[in-house]
């Protein structure tokens, strides 16, 4: 069965710190991974997705098969990356290219300064 | 920049009484979504819509819920009857047709409040 896993609820830095995101799942197939972004009080937004190999605002991620692994990194967090982070599994069926988002539990980001 | 637009931001109701949520996605896209998300939990997919029938829906999406494109903008989540547990956040969605990798781009959400 498709899941996705964030484990952290709440996660706080101090300006300048890295930060980590963790993301896992698990899936049968072949998976595609996103990581959307909620600021408060506006809309849910693509953040990056993995088969683009980007950096988007200075977060990558990196999908690692063997571990499951899809966590979001950022070398030097700032406090406009405040923010809940939700990370997302695409799942599609059969003959199909519309496919249905799987979503985890999203981790909340606080960057102090 | 083109956005989903949804109506209206919060819709208060009686239990048992029927809401339609109205979502206007943007304008070229032609796959269509619904997810919702109750307070505290994850964001869950209800159902995707393409050339005017249903394509794929979750375990959620039961005989109360039913989707419509009545024109060429709109589209809408109607329930039927509604019950406390439909208490969420409805978030609509739109992509454009033929990318695998579509983006779904989503519309800033209607809290349903039932009553």
């Known amino acids: 069965a498709q899941r996705v896993t964030q484990p952290e609820k709440l996660l706080s830095v101090f300006k300048g710190a890295p930060v980590e995101l963790k993301c896992n799942y698990s899936y049968s197939g072949s998976p595609e991974l996103f990581w959307y972004v909620q600021y408060s009080r506006q809309r849910l937004q693509l953040l990056l997705r993995h088969i683009s190999r980007e950096s988007i605002k200075g977060f990558t991620a990196d999908l690692n098969k063997g571990e499951t692994s899809f966590h979001l990194k950022k070398p030097f967090a700032q406090e406009e990356d405040s923010a809940m982070y939700y990370c997302a599994l695409k799942s599609l069926r059969r003959g199909s290219t519309l496919g249905r988002l799987y979503f985890g539990r999203g981790t909340q980001l606080t960057v102090w300064p | 920049e083109p956005e989903v637009t949804q109506t209206p931001s919060h819709q208060v109701t009686q239990m048992g009484q029927e809401v339609i949520l109205r979502c206007v996605p943007i304008?070229?896209?032609?796959?269509f979504y619904w997810y919702r998300q109750i307070l505290g939990q994850k964001v869950e997919f209800l159902v995707s819509?393409?050339?005017?029938?249903?394509?794929?829906k979750s375990e959620i999406f039961d005989d109360q819920f039913s989707v419509e494109r009545p024109d060429g903008s709109n589209f809408t989540l109607k329930i039927r009857s509604t019950k406390l547990e439909d208490s969420a956040m409805y978030f609509c969605?739109?992509?454009?047709?033929?990318?695998?990798?579509?983006?779904?781009?989503f519309g800033p959400g209607t809290r349903l409040t039932v009553l």
């Open positions: 969605a739109s992509s454009e047709p033929g990318r695998v990798s579509n983006e779904q781009f």
């Open positions: 819509f393409y050339n005017n029938e249903i394509s794929e």
């Open positions: 304008s070229n896209h032609l796959y």
